[in-house]
Each structure stands twice: as C-alpha cells, then as structure tokens.
C-alpha cells in the first residue's frame, strides 16, 4: 500500500496476534484473566498499604505509586489488546496510536526510575539508618516521584515527536500487538537511522543508567549487611531487599532485551513473547512479589480483612 505522506494514514493495523487463528480465542481469555488479576492485585495493594498505618512509610509509599503506575500501564495496552484479539479488523487510529505510545512510554520510564528510587531508599535504609528519616522525607518522597514521573513524560515526548514525524508512506501495518516506538517507526519511508540512534541513547539513559546504579548501591547494602553480627539481623536485612531484587531483574531484564539493542537484530516473533512479558505478565509480578515475600504486607492484608469482613452471624 503506497502512501504519499504521513495525512494519507488515518489508522494502523496491528498484525501482532492476527496470524494465530483460532488460538486468539484462547489467548484473550488468558490475558483477560491475567489482566483482571493484575487489577485485583495491584488495587489489593494500595488499598491495604492506604488503609494500615503501619505500612506508611517511604517504601509502601513508593511501593503504592508503583502499583498505581503499572495499573495505569496496563490500562494503555491490555484492553485494546483483548478488544483486537477478537476483532476482525486489529485496528487503531492513527491518534490512538500516538496516545498510546505517548502514554506506554511515559509510564515505562517512570516505572523505570521509580524502581530505581526504591534501590536508593533501600540503601538509605539499610546503610544510613540512623540519618534515613531525615534524607527520606515525606516530602523527599514526594518529590522523588514528581521528578520521575516529570523525566519520564519528558522522555515519552521526545520520543514521540521522533516517531510521529517520521513520513508513512510505505504501509500502515504495524507488527505488533500495540504501538510501540520500532515497529512504528519501521514504516516509515525515510531514513530513521539518526532518530533511531537518539532513540536508543534514551533507552540507555532509562534503563541502563538506573540499572547500573542500582548494581552500585547493592554492592554498598550486601557491604553493610554482611557486617551485622547476628545471622538473624542479615536475614532480615536480604528479605528486605529480595522483592526490589526480583523485580529489578524481571523488569531490566525483559525491557533491556528490546531496546538496548540495535534494530536490524530485533527479531518479530521473539520480540511479541518478551513484549507481552513486560506488558501482561510482569505489571502482575510486582504485586505478586511484594505480597507473597513480605511478612508486613501479608499481616497488614490480614488485619484489614478482619477490621472490614462481615461479621459472623450466630
């Protein structure tokens, strides 16, 4: 389909899961189950650290803020992904399309920075305890996370404005099963080497930098951890920071295997498994991680059950 320029394109078709056949069928109701999951488990989440005081504090805090991130995060994907899997026609507009990688990309970085923010409140924590109320602040927090949300949204318009000012004229078939910022930019019928290559210094920026020092600041907590005397005290002290751990790994990990790497490598069918991964699965992981390995959240979580259950009937 030969397109003059960009005006001609007023919606694309996203082919992600469209060769699958009667297998879309099955899939919807996976990622319709995991999505709802998701939403149950994040809203569980904030709910329980809302409503128990115990849980107020700078990590619940970030805590709270990343689950409310991935839920917004999931809402920009998985719902046209489950409307387009039953559709016979995988469609977006071409606003829709903008719009969701506007939004999937902001909320990727903040997630991105925002765990990284939860790496250094561990290191506060657990290296400068005496000192850690006062760097960690309330308004330390709040600002901390005004500030990745802030780059975050930053990043995502930069990005944007690379993409969507690129010239479509080739198709208007994206390989994917949502916007994202190389399948998109595939269509277009210029050279994108340059956006490319500004494109993945960002992601360098978004994800290695934070990743690298989160890798710093474990090498100061595992330091410090190992110097308490008692076998108790560093047990504690790595269940603390086994859940960040998890969901550092997962969330670099699946992310850093799409975009830090160049685009003639980029593989489709690989890269829709890893993408449904850090778009469906891991959005699930945090809330999972952070419940099943925390004694606080699960205590919290029985005792705001118990305050607000039915009461018994004699």
């Not at 989440?45 to 504090?57: E, F, G, K, Y």
């Not at 805590?63 to 039953?86: A, H």
């Not at 994800?207 to 951890?225: D, K, N, Q």
Request: proline share 4%.
């Amino acid at each position: 389909m030969k397109r003059q320029n960009r005006s001609v394109i007023t919606e694309f078709i996203l082919v992600g899961f469209s060769n699958l056949g009667d297998l879309q069928i099955l899939l919807f109701i996976i990622f319709l189950l995991v999505y709802l999951t998701t939403l149950m488990a994040n809203v569980t989440i904030m709910t329980v650290i809302r409503l128990d005081r115990s849980l107020h504090t700078p990590m619940y805090f970030f805590l709270f803020v990343l689950s409310c991130s991935e839920t917004c995060y999931t809402l920009v994907i998985v719902p046209k992904m489950l409307s387009n899997l039953l559709a016979t026609n995988p469609s977006i507009s071409f606003s829709g399309c903008a719009a969701q990688l506007y939004f999937f990309v902001g909320l990727a970085c903040t997630n991105c920075f925002l765990i990284a923010v939860m790496g250094y409140d561990r290191y506060v924590a657990i290296c400068n305890p005496l000192n850690y109320t006062l760097i960690v602040s309330r308004a330390a927090c709040v600002q901390l996370v005004l500030a990745s949300s802030f780059c975050g949204f930053l990043i995502s318009v930069v990005v944007n404005i690379l993409v969507f000012t690129v010239p479509f004229c080739a198709s208007n078939r994206v390989n994917h099963f949502f916007c994202d910022v190389s399948p998109v930019m595939k269509l277009g019928c210029t050279d994108t080497n340059l956006k490319g290559m500004v494109i993945f210094f960002l992601s360098i920026l978004v994800l290695l930098v934070p990743f690298v020092l989160i890798c710093i600041s474990y090498v100061f907590i595992v330091s410090t951890i190992l110097k308490i005397s008692s076998a108790e005290g560093q047990r504690k002290a790595f269940a603390t920071c086994a859940s960040h751990l998890t969901v550092v790994i997962v969330h670099y990990g699946c992310a850093s295997s799409i975009y830090l790497r160049p685009t003639s490598l980029h593989s489709s069918d690989k890269d829709l498994l890893v993408a449904v991964t850090y778009t469906v699965i891991t959005p699930l992981l945090n809330p999972l991680v952070y419940t099943l390995r925390n004694k606080e959240v699960k205590m919290a979580l029985r005792k705001v059950l118990s305050r607000y259950s039915f009461p018994k009937t004699v």
